[in-house]
C-alpha cells in the first residue's frame, strides 16, 4: 500500500468511535484524534493526492499582531479586513491568484469550511483574487491563536495544521508571550517550515529586540528560521497598509518561492515529513488507550457475569434452604415425619404403600405442597435476580467507565438497574411451571417402560413428579437443629420411594436431568436481566483490530515518510 492508501486507511480507522468511555485520560484522546482528522483531512490527504499543488501559507499569531494588515500590504490592496473591535477576524481570508483561485474554490484544502466570494460568515472561508499575487503561493489570514473565543482559537490552530508554511507575526511588545511560543514549538515538533515576522519594531530597539528574538528561536530549537522585522509605522487608519518599504523583504521572498517550483517542493516536503512524523508519534498512544477502553468493557461485562452467573441460584438449590418454611410445613401435612422416618430404612414397602394412600387420598395436600414448592424456587430465582442487579451496579459504580454509563440515564434508571426488572416475578413463575411440566413429562417417559408403567401409575404421574422435584433439592447444607431431620427425611424419603418406582440409576439420571434443566431455565432468566446492563455496553467496544492497525499505520507512515 504506497503513502496515500496508507493515510486513508488511518482516516476511516479514526472515523470509527475509539474511545466512548471516560477511561485514563479519554478527553485527551478524542481531541488527539480530532486533531490528527483535522490533519489528514485539512492537509495530509490533499498535499499527497497533488503534491505539486500551490503553495499554502498561513499567515498566524496573536491578537493585534498585524496579520491582517501584513497580508492587504504584501498584495497592495484591501483583501482582509484589519478588525477595530477585538476579537478580529471572525472569519479567515484566502487570498490566491487568478490561476490558483479554480483549486482553492473546489476545496481540496480546508474541505470542512464553505467557500464564499462576499462577506464572510463565521465557520466558512472567504477566497479574495488578488492579481499581485504570483501563481503558486496562496496567503490566508488566520483568526488569532490567543482569541478569547474559544471558536476563533480552534480555527486558528486548525488552519495552521493545514499549511506549507507559516508566517507567524509578532510584535515588539509581545514576541515574549507564551502562547506564541505554544506554537512555535508546535512547528517545530513538527517540522513545520517557518518564517517570523516582528511586527512594529520601533527603529530605536530594532536591534536589540531583533537579537533577543533570535535567542529565544534558538533556545527553542528554532535556531535558524528566518526572521523578518517590520518598522513601527504610523498609520493614518485601521484599514492603511504597510509602506512598500516595510513589507519589500517579505514580498521578495514569497516571490521567489513563487517561482522557485523547486524551492516550493522542498517546503512541502519538509512539512509533509514532519506532519507524517508527528501522526506516527501520537498514533501508538491513541492505541494503548484504546486499549484500556476495550480492557475496562470488558471489565464491565465480566462484573455482570459474575453476577449473573447463576452460581447464587445453585447455593440456593444446593444449601436446603428450598426444603425450609412453607414447604416443610406443607410436607409435613402431606405426608407426616416422625413414624415414616423411624421406619425408613427397614420398611420401605409400607412407606411406599402409605405414600400412594397419600397420593390417591389428599389432591389438596398434594397440590399445596406443589404451590409451596413453586412459590418456594421463584423466591429464591427473584432474591438472586435483586442481588445480581445489586452486585453489578455496585461494581460498575466502583470500574473505571461505569459509573459515567450509569450516570447517562440519570438517578432514576441507576436505580431501576439496582433491582431486578419489575416483572421478574411473573417470569420466574412461568419458568418454574415450565420446569414442572418438563419433570412431569419425565416421569410419564420414563414410566412408560413396562417394568414401571403398573408403579407410576399407583403414584399417579403428578405424585412420582412431585417427589422428583423434591429430590432435585436433596440436600440439608444450611439447615440446623430438627429442620436437619426433617428437611432431610424429606429428600430421602422421596429419594428411596422413587428408587423404589424406577430403580436407583434411573432416580439419578432423572434428578440430574431435572436439576440440570432447572438450572439451565434460570440461567436463560438471569442472562436476560444482565441484558439490561450489557445493552448499555452494545456498540461502544472499538474494533479488535483498532489499536494493531493504529501501530500498524505508525510503523508504515514512518517507512514511507523516510522514503519521501
Known amino acids: 500500500m504506497d503513502l496515500l492508501g496508507v493515510l486513508r486507511a488511518l482516516r476511516q480507522r479514526l472515523g470509527g468511535e475509539l474511545f466512548p468511555l471516560d477511561v485514563g485520560d479519554a478527553a485527551a484522546d478524542r481531541r488527539a484524534v480530532a486533531e490528527l482528522i483535522g490533519q489528514l483531512d485539512d492537509y495530509l490527504l490533499p498535499r499527497l493526492a497533488t503534491i505539486d499543488a500551490p503553495l499554502l501559507a498561513v499567515v498566524g499569531g496573536s491578537t493585534g499582531a498585524g496579520k491582517s494588515t501584513l497580508v492587504n500590504s504584501l498584495v497592495g490592496g484591501e483583501v482582509s479586513e484589519p478588525g477595530v473591535l477585538r476579537p478580529t477576524t471572525l472569519a479567515p481570508t484566502l487570498v490566491v491568484s487568478p490561476a490558483d483561485e479554480p483549486w482553492f474554490m473546489a476545496a481540496n484544502v480546508l474541505p470542512g469550511l464553505a467557500r464564499t466570494t462576499g462577506h464572510a460568515e463565521p465557520g466558512s472561508l472567504r477566497v479574495a483574487v488578488a492579481a499581485s499575487l504570483p501563481a503558486g503561493l496562496a496567503l490566508l489570514d488566520a483568526p488569532d491563536i490567543d482569541s478569547v473565543v474559544t471558536a476563533n482559537r480552534e480555527l486558528a490552530a486548525q488552519l495552521l495544521a493545514a499549511a506549507d508554511l507559516w508566517l507567524f507575526v509578532t510584535t515588539a511588545a509581545r514576541y515574549a508571550d507564551e502562547v506564541p511560543w505554544s506554537f512555535l514549538r508546535s512547528a517545530r515538533e513538527r517540522s513545520t517550515a517557518l518564517a517570523v515576522v516582528l511586527d512594529r519594531v520601533p527603529p530605536e530597539a530594532l536591534e536589540a529586540v531583533a537579537a533577543d528574538l533570535s535567542r529565544l528561536l534558538t533556545e527553542n530549537g528554532l535556531g535558524g528560521t528566518r526572521l523578518f522585522t517590520v518598522r513601527e509605522e504610523a498609520l493614518p487608519s485601521e484599514k492603511a497598509m504597510l509602506s512598500f518599504a516595510a513589507v519589500a523583504p517579505i514580498s521578495d521572498w514569497l516571490g521567489e518561492l513563487a517561482r522557485d517550483a523547486a524551492e516550493r517542493g522542498r517546503i512541502v516536503r519538509q512539512t509533509l515529513s514532519g506532519a507524517l512524523d508527528s501522526v ?45 418454611g412453607e414447604v416443610l410445613a406443607r410436607w409435613q401435612d402431606f405426608i407426616g415425619t416422625g413414624d415414616l422416618m423411624r421406619a425408613l430404612e427397614s420398611r420401605v414397602g409400607w412407606l411406599r404403600d402409605r405414600i400412594v394412600g397419600v397420593f390417591t387420598g389428599r389432591p389438596t395436600a398434594s397440590a399445596q405442597l406443589r404451590v409451596a414448592l413453586e412459590s418456594g424456587v421463584v423466591t429464591l430465582i427473584r432474591g438472586v435476580a435483586d442481588r445480581a442487579a445489586e452486585q453489578s451496579v455496585e461494581g460498575w459504580s466502583a470500574a473505571p467507565g461505569g459509573a459515567e454509563l450509569l450516570d447517562r440515564g440519570g438517578a432514576v434508571a441507576a436505580t431501576r438497574l439496582g433491582r431486578a426488572s419489575p416483572d421478574v416475578g411473573e417470569r420466574a413463575e412461568a419458568l418454574v411451571r415450565s420446569w414442572q411440566e418438563y419433570v412431569l413429562a419425565l416421569v410419564r417417559e420414563e414410566g412408560a417402560a413396562r417394568r414401571t408403567t403398573a408403579r407410576v401409575a399407583s403414584f399417579g404421574v403428578n405424585g412420582a413428579g412431585l417427589l422428583l422435584m423434591l429430590a432435585v433439592f436433596a440436600s440439608t447444607g444450611g439447615l440446623t437443629g430438627i429442620e436437619v431431620g426433617i428437611a432431610g427425611g424429606t429428600s430421602v424419603l422421596s429419594q428411596k420411594v422413587l428408587e423404589a418406582v424406577f430403580g436407583d440409576q434411573a432416580v439419578r439420571t432423572l434428578t440430574a436431568k431435572a436439576r440440570a434443566d432447572l438450572r439451565e431455565r434460570v440461567r436463560g432468566l438471569l442472562a436476560e436481566e444482565a441484558g439490561r446492563f450489557t445493552a448499555l455496553l452494545d456498540g461502544l467496544e472499538p474494533d479488535a483490530e483498532a489499536a494493531p492497525a493504529l501501530r500498524e499505520s505508525a510503523t508504515a507512515l514512518r517507512e514511507r515518510g523516510e522514503a519521501m
Open 280 to 324: 506516527a508519534d501520537r498514533l501508538p498512544g491513541l492505541a494503548a488507550g484504546v486499549e484500556r477502553q476495550r480492557a475496562a468493557l470488558d471489565e464491565l461485562r465480566s462484573i455482570v457475569a459474575e453476577a449473573y452467573s447463576g452460581q447464587a441460584f445453585d447455593e440456593g438449590l444446593a444449601d436446603g434452604s428450598l426444603l425450609r
